[in-house]
């Protein structure tokens, strides 16, 4: 486990092996580029595994995109009240 909070292109990185696409762009929604309930559970994993944050499948849901996913692991990570 790192840590550091990720940047969105490395959880970009974790989406893109999730869903075995080549690119997603740091504003685009993991759901609407493949990504389901299923795949979603993966990226928490994964995330837990990587940097720490039990994220929810509400965090996923509401902050689908890269960057807000990088947003959130930070908040969680440095341990702050969430909005």
């Known amino acids: 486990m790192s ?3 990720p940047t969105p292109v490395e959880v970009a990185t974790i989406i893109e092996e999730i869903l075995g696409i080549s690119e997603i762009a740091a504003d685009e929604n993991f759901f609407e580029v ?4 299923i795949l ?4 928490m994993t994964r995330i837990e595994e990587l940097w ?5 499948l ?11 996913l990088a947003d ?3 908040i969680d990570a440095a341990g702050e009240p969430r909005p």
């Open 40 to 43: 979603a559970l993966t990226l």
């Open 72 to 74: 959130r692991i930070a």
């Open 3 to 5: 840590t550091t909070s």
């Open 58 to 68: 509400i965090d996923v849901m509401h902050n689908a995109t890269p960057a807000l």
């Open 34 to 37: 493949g990504g389901n309930s």
């Open 52 to 56: 720490g944050p039990a994220l929810s």
